[in-house]
């Protein structure tokens, strides 16, 4: 498969699953028995700060920086069904985002 055929295939699953995914890949969980980032605390303090998430998917781990305060979110992604999700998400809990529909290079 060439490159393009690959990102094209890749946006179609997305588009087509976005659903099935929401929220269940999103901080504070790294992943299945690991530490969380309640635990970690890799970000720090993001209070204030803008904040770019590649691959935002649904806006959860977005939220969750919204939460602790971070001052400008950025989200991309390569499935605008991803993007749609996450600003319903982010709108419903009072948040906004700049939400961009692409590559992540």
Same mark, same amino acid.
């Given at each position: 498969?060439? /490159?393009?055929?690959?990102?094209?295939?890749?946006?179609?699953?997305?588009? %087509? #699953?976005? %659903?099935?995914?929401?929220?269940?890949?999103?901080?504070?969980?790294? $992943?299945? /028995?690991?530490?969380?980032? %309640?635990?970690? #605390? *890799?970000?720090?303090?993001?209070?204030?700060?803008?904040?770019?998430?590649?691959?935002?998917?649904? $806006? #959860?781990?977005?939220?969750?920086?919204?939460?602790?305060?971070?001052?400008? =979110?950025?989200?991309?992604? *390569?499935?605008?069904?991803?993007?749609?999700?996450?600003?319903?998400? *982010?709108? %419903?809990? $009072?948040?906004?985002?700049? =939400?961009?529909?692409?590559?992540?290079?």
């Amino acid at each position: 498969m060439k /490159r393009d055929e690959i990102i094209e295939s890749n946006k179609t699953y997305w588009n %087509d #699953h976005a %659903d099935l995914w929401f929220g269940t890949t999103a901080l504070p969980v790294y $992943g299945v /028995r690991f530490p969380t980032e %309640d635990d970690l #605390h *890799l970000f720090s303090d993001v209070a204030g700060k803008k904040m770019l998430e590649i691959c935002c998917g649904s $806006g #959860h781990s977005l939220k969750y920086n919204a939460e602790k305060g971070a001052g400008e =979110l950025w989200g991309v992604d *390569l499935s605008q069904k991803q993007l749609d999700n996450a600003a319903k998400l *982010l709108s %419903d809990s $009072g948040y906004s985002a700049k =939400l961009l529909c692409s590559k992540m290079d």
